[in-house]
Structure formats: structure tokens, C-alpha cells
């Protein structure tokens, strides 16, 4: 059997080869046949990469720029491509990270055919954190909280862990405490801080003394406590004062204000929060002097009206002792109210904060008024002459009006004569200077003011002929005519009034003629006409 010659390469893969084949027998016979050859690449490239490597990070960085040259590779036939197929996205060149990476390179024949190498990129962290913490500090609370401390790191995740002293929020003794804290990265570098938290006492709490009022004085003592914890030191807050020695617990103040004068007693120390404590020291001015008017003599009344000053400086008030009622205690005018009889003493005091108060006082004598009545209105015949016999109670003095109607008008019970209509009036007066006075009407009846008719009816109304006032002449002559001249009454004096009958019955309805002689040596005899009406 022979088979052509044919040689087959790198240049035949894939690619199809007619072969012609020949076969001879030992007889010399020949037979030939053709096959078609197609050459396959079946072998993988060899690839070398470099071995492992170790860096250490780059300063202030979290990794470490690498660099590495691409792998050796060959093959059979020709090597197409080397590609780093690790998928990590780091490359030569790159910024590796702390730790471990795989590298890995793939090598590609012409053919297809493949083979991988790998090595290790490692990046050390050899670079301790920065730790810093807060800077010491003084303190007077018992209970202090910090801000934990502040870290930088070329990476990240740093641990920081208190290995000294007192966590924040903690309770501190009286001195100095040292806190320590340490800071650990992942990687194992560390670092430490320290600050001293030192606690100082509390000043003696500041005690200024006590409120004071003061009436018109211009200079004081203060009187602070004497702290055993810091120093004290005065300040004014509101006044003029001034402070001799500020620093002094118990320094003069001079120069104080009319009104208030308030001073702070401060006690510090070290940083602790001051203590302070205020005393107002109050300077009264002198109240208006008071004044009030002179005494009075009232007679009975009700009530008075009284003023005093407006005090200008100060406030008044009143007071009262006797039979009356205030109608204000503290206005300068006021009213006395339900005054009885009696003296009543009146009392206007001005006071000002502790100064001497000042008073005025005057006394209202409220004397009891006399009393007069001199009776009821009365009817005479002009010239009669009327003893006045008037009713009266404390009374030291009389006097009658009209003078002329009188034979004495300055005594009690004068006599009283009128020839016309007169109101008789009496004015007393009493030891205490009080008056009282009272009239009456001495109405003189003349011819006009008899009456003319009665009506004898029995009701009792207009049944007698009355004549007012006539009863006071006894001596006088009264005389009835009918219309015949026939006297049909009569009589002298006149205490029973004429009632219409003649003889005990009644007469008729007429009209009939009187005449009236009073027998008085002054009036005329009067005259005139009476009916009888039924």
C-alpha cells in the first residue's frame, strides 16, 4: 500500500486534504482510492506566570499600586491571545487592597485551545492608626461626659477601646484622673492617647446677709459670708453706691439712693460656676409732714368732708376715734359718716418705710342741736294778745320774729299782738352756738272769714256755726236775727257754737243777720249774713 506523500502542518488545520491511496499486491496489482484528511489542533499552550507577591501599603493609603509583567506562554502553533481573566478589575498598575488577590492569566492558541496560571498579589497594612483625644480638662461637676476620642487610619473599621481612667459620664473624685484609650486597625497596628480630667471643689455658696431698710441714711455695711472655697467679691446691681473694697465681705457702701439698692455677693472658684446671692438695702426718705385743719364745732350733722395734704413723699392714712365712720382710710380726702353727738377725734398720719411716721389731729365737736316747737298755727281777732308758751330743750337764747309783735321778743313766753295775719317765728340758740328755729301762723280773722252757712243736717259736717278764735273773748256779744227781727240767738262768749235752732228746734232754711261785738276796746262790732241750708 502507498500513500502520497503529503506533509500536514500547523498551516492545514481545519482545513480539508483529499489523500490518494494506492495499494499493490505482491503480484504487482494496483488499486488506488482517495480519503479526504482534516488536521485538528489538539494542543493546549503552556503559560507562565510570575509567583506570589508581597508589598506593603503604600503611605496613608488602604493598598498598595502593583505592578507585574504579563506571563510567558508558547505552543504548538501560534498563540493568539494572553488576557487576566480574574475578574477582579485590578490590573498592573492598580491600587491592590489590604490583603490577598488573586491573579489569574488566560492563554489562547490560534486553534482555540486554552491554559490559565495564577499567583497572588499581597498587600500588607504596616501602618498604625492616629489617635487624638480630647485636651485636658477642669471640671467641678462630680458627673463629667467627654466626646470619645478622634481616629485617622490609612483604612477603616478601627477599634477604640478605654484602658485607663474613668468612662465618659462617670462619677470623678476631688483631683486629677488620667483616661487612657488605645486604637486598634484590623490589621493589628495600634496606637494611644491620654487627657487628665482634674475636679475642683464648689465655692462656698455666697450668703450677701439680710434685706435692710434704711430711713435717710447715705452709707452701709454689707455683711457677706466669708467663703472657704474661692474668693468673694461685691458688685452693684442696681444703685449709685459706691463699694469701698469689693473684696471685703463686710465693706461700706456709700452714696446710697432714696429707694432701692441692690448688691451682689459673688463667690468663684476655679472653673466652677459662681455662686451669688443679692441683699437690697431699701433707703426711706422722710414722709411729708401731716397737716390737718383747726378744730370744729358742728352742730348735729350727718356727715363732713375733711381734706388733709397729699403727702409727696410717703402715703396717709387716717384714723378715727368717736361716734362717726371713715368713708376712706387712705385717700387725703375723706367723709366723715353717721356722726353722732360728741367729740370725734380725726388723726392724718403719713408714713414712709421705716421712718418716724407724722401725724396731725383735729377734734369735731358734734354738739346736740336745741329743740323749739311753738305749737300749732292759731286764728285771732286782730289785737288779741297771745301769751307764747313755746316747747324747748337746750337752749340758752331767744329771739321772737317780728320784733314789733312782741312785748319782749328776747325771752321764752313773750306775748304776741297782731293787727294783720303774721307768721310768728322763734330762733333759740344753745351754749354750743346751735340753733334751731319754728313758726306758726297767727291768722287774724276778719267779716270775710265767718263762715255763712252751716248745714244743721245731723252728719255731723258744717252742723254748728264755728267761729275760729271767737272762744278767746269771753266778754264777747253774739246775736242771730231772722229775717223778722227776731233774735233767735244769742250769746256772750262763745263755747257753744250755735247749731240752727231756736228754742230746740230747727229753724227754716233762711238766710239770717249776726252781729258780733268782740267788747275788746279795739275792733268795731262785725256784721253780716249765715244761711241755713238743708
Same mark, same amino acid.
Given at each position: 500500500m502507498f500513500l +502520497? $506523500?503529503? @506533509?500536514? $502542518? &500547523?498551516a492545514n488545520i481545519s482545513v480539508p486534504v483529499t489523500v490518494t491511496l494506492t495499494v499493490v499486491d505482491i503480484s504487482g496489482n494496483i488499486a488506488s482510492d482517495t480519503a479526504i484528511v482534516t488536521v485538528l489542533d489538539t494542543i493546549s499552550p503552556m503559560i507562565v506566570c510570575q509567583s506570589d507577591t508581597v508589598v506593603m501599603n503604600d503611605s496613608g493609603q488602604c493598598g498598595a499600586i502593583v505592578n507585574y509583567p504579563l506571563p510567558f506562554a508558547? +505552543? =504548538? &502553533?501560534?498563540i493568539d491571545t494572553i488576557i487576566q481573566t480574574d475578574g477582579s478589575g485590578l490590573f498592573s498598575g492598580s491600587e491592590f487592597p489590604i490583603g490577598t488577590t488573586l491573579v489569574e492569566f488566560t492563554a489562547y492558541d490560534v486553534n482555540g485551545n486554552s491554559s490559565v496560571c495564577t499567583f497572588n498579589v499581597t498587600v500588607l497594612d504596616t501602618q498604625a492608626p492616629t489617635i487624638v483625644c480630647v485636651a485636658d480638662t477642669l471640671i467641678c461637676d462630680s458627673v463629667f461626659t467627654f466626646d470619645p476620642p478622634a481616629t485617622t487610619d490609612n483604612c477603616s473599621a478601627d477599634s477604640i477601646l478605654q484602658i485607663a481612667g474613668i468612662n465618659s459620664g462617670g462619677v470623678y473624685p476631688l483631683g486629677a484622673t488620667i483616661n487612657t484609650f488605645v486604637a486598634f486597625d484590623p490589621s493589628g497596628n495600634s496606637d494611644t492617647c491620654s487627657f487628665t480630667v482634674t475636679r475642683d471643689a464648689f465655692p462656698t455658696s455666697a450668703?450677701? %446677709?439680710?434685706d435692710t431698710a434704711l430711713c435717710n441714711l447715705t452709707a452701709y455695711t454689707l455683711n457677706g459670708n466669708v467663703p472657704t472655697i474661692g474668693a468673694g467679691a461685691w458688685t452693684v446691681l442696681s444703685s449709685a453706691a459706691t463699694i469701698a473694697d469689693?473684696? =471685703?465681705?463686710s465693706t461700706t457702701v456709700t452714696g446710697l439712693n432714696i429707694g432701692d439698692n441692690t448688691f451682689v455677693w459673688t463667690v468663684g472658684f476655679s472653673v466652677c460656676v459662681s455662686l451669688s446671692d443679692t441683699v437690697n438695702v431699701m433707703v426711706d426718705e422722710l414722709p411729708t409732714v401731716s397737716s390737718l385743719a383747726q378744730n370744729l364745732s358742728l352742730c348735729e350733722e350727718e356727715q363732713l368732708e375733711i381734706t388733709a395734704n397729699s403727702p409727696t413723699v410717703g402715703t396717709g392714712r387716717w384714723t378715727i376715734s368717736g361716734p362717726a365712720d371713715l368713708s376712706d382710710s387712705l385717700s387725703d380726702k375723706v367723709t366723715l359718716l353717721n356722726m353722732g353727738v360728741g367729740q370725734i377725734d380725726v388723726t392724718w398720719t403719713i408714713s414712709n418705710g421705716v421712718c418716724p411716721e407724722s401725724s396731725d389731729e383735729m377734734t369735731v365737736f358734734n354738739n346736740l342741736n336745741p329743740t323749739v316747737y311753738i305749737g300749732e298755727d292759731?286764728?285771732?281777732f286782730a289785737g288779741f294778745e297771745v301769751a307764747m308758751n313755746p316747747s324747748t330743750? @337746750?337752749?340758752?337764747?331767744?329771739?321772737? $320774729?317780728?320784733p314789733a309783735a312782741f312785748d319782749d321778743p328776747t325771752i321764752e313766753t313773750p306775748v304776741a299782738k297782731v293787727s294783720e295775719t303774721t307768721t310768728l317765728a322763734l330762733l333759740v340758740t344753745s351754749d354750743s352756738g346751735c340753733t334751731a328755729s319754728d313758726s306758726v301762723d297767727y291768722v287774724v280773722t276778719f267779716i270775710s272769714d265767718i263762715p255763712t252757712g252751716i248745714t244743721p243736717n245731723g252728719d255731723n259736717i258744717n252742723d254748728v256755726w264755728n267761729i275760729d278764735g271767737l272762744n278767746q273773748y269771753p266778754n264777747a256779744k253774739i246775736i242771730v236775727y231772722d229775717q223778722a227781727g227776731r233774735v233767735v240767738f244769742e250769746s256772750t262768749g262763745y263755747d257753744?257754737?250755735?247749731? %240752727?235752732?231756736? @228754742? %230746740?228746734?230747727?229753724l227754716p232754711r233762711a238766710s239770717y243777720y249776726w252781729i258780733i261785738d268782740l267788747k275788746d276796746g279795739i275792733n268795731e262790732p262785725l256784721q253780716g249774713i249765715i244761711s241755713i241750708i238743708r
Open positions: +502520497d $506523500s503529503t @506533509n500536514f $502542518s &500547523c508558547s +505552543d =504548538n &502553533c501560534t450668703d450677701a %446677709g439680710l469689693p473684696a =471685703n465681705p292759731f286764728a285771732r330743750t @337746750n337752749t340758752s337764747s331767744f329771739l321772737w $320774729s317780728p257753744t257754737p250755735w247749731d %240752727g235752732k231756736f @228754742n %230746740g228746734k230747727l
